[in-house]
């Protein structure tokens, strides 16, 4: 089976009162489509921490899922203004999350840490002034990740 | 451990009310940043926050968590009551302080989470 879109959602910069929405109804989609449980969130995971890097860091832009005979693939794509330093993001406990984000629970700088964590292969094109492109992939027969697993 | 006797531990009030008493409750994780539940939380946990923004229960609902206990007695804005109703997440408020309620429910026998380890 080829990749299919099954979600394809704007999103805004800013726009706190809808984050989320995407990756929930994302969930609901995958839930119909019979994906495992553990699958679904780790997807729905990604899903989120992109979404809310979009609305929190972002111009602003486009989050698109598609799901293939064995994998689902997440890609999160912005309009600026780009990460400047990618190792030093990925660091866990890092951020440039102002005190507004703080004070909503996120900019504890595990954004990109976790979106790697519950990836099973992750793909960035980023730079200083260009878009933000992340392409996540998670295979739909991936183990568990689960810690009690 | 059933919520029936979670309740009286640390007083809690009923907001939204979606499992019955019988739930039963094997680990609680205390957090008050939504990335690193999203980080380590597991599912069937129950999450003590003093954050009480509609994000929370997006966090939740990604990370498969079906209760939220707020604590300090801080009341959630009506719209974090409407999303848990509509998400089926079950919303209790503790007048007591994050540390006391940890204290609390340690002591009774509830365990943290088995978590990823970073380091």
Redesign the interface.
């Known amino acids: 089976m080829q990749e299919q879109v099954i979600l394809r959602s704007a999103i805004e910069k800013g726009d706190?009162?809808r984050?989320?929405e995407a990756?929930?109804n994302l969930?609901e989609i995958l839930r119909k489509l019979g994906v495992r449980?553990d699958i679904n969130?780790r997807t729905?995971?990604v899903t989120?921490?992109m979404e809310?890097n979009i609305i929190i860091h972002s111009l602003g832009g486009e989050i698109t899922v598609y799901i293939a005979s064995d994998h689902i693939k997440v890609v999160a794509e912005d309009k600026g203004p780009g990460i400047e330093d990618l190792q030093l993001a990925f660091q866990?406990g890092y951020s440039t999350a102002d005190d507004r984000v703080r004070e909503?629970?996120?900019?504890?700088?595990?954004?990109l840490?976790?979106i790697q964590?519950y990836s099973d292969d992750l793909h960035v094109e980023t730079g200083k002034g260009q878009s933000t492109k992340f392409t996540a992939i998670i295979y739909l027969e991936s183990p568990s990740?689960?810690?009690?697993s | 451990m059933k919520l029936a006797e979670i309740i009286p531990l640390i007083q809690l009030e009923p907001l939204v009310v979606i499992d019955d008493l019988d739930y039963e409750i094997k680990t609680v994780c205390g957090c008050?940043?939504?990335?690193?539940?999203?980080?380590f939380s597991?599912?069937k946990t129950m999450l003590l926050?003093g954050?009480t923004?509609?994000?929370?229960i997006?966090?939740a609902?990604?990370?498969?968590i079906k209760f939220i206990i707020f604590v300090r007695g801080k009341r959630p804005p009506k719209?974090t009551i409407e999303l848990a109703k509509e998400?089926g997440i079950n919303l209790y408020l503790s007048p007591k302080s994050m540390f006391e309620c940890c204290g609390i429910l340690y002591q009774a026998g509830l365990n943290s989470?088995?978590?990823?380890s970073?380091i």
């Not at chain 1, 629970?105 to 954004?111: I, L, T, V």
């Not at chain 1, 990740?145 to 009690?148: D, L, M, Q």
């Open positions: 706190f009162a984050g989320g990756s929930s969930k449980s969130r729905t995971i989120y921490e809310m866990p909503m629970g996120f900019g504890a700088g595990m954004g840490n976790n964590y990740k689960e810690p009690n | 008050d940043l939504m990335s690193d539940v999203l980080a597991q599912e926050t954050l923004n509609p994000q929370v997006r966090t609902e990604m990370t498969d719209e998400k989470e088995s978590m990823r970073l």
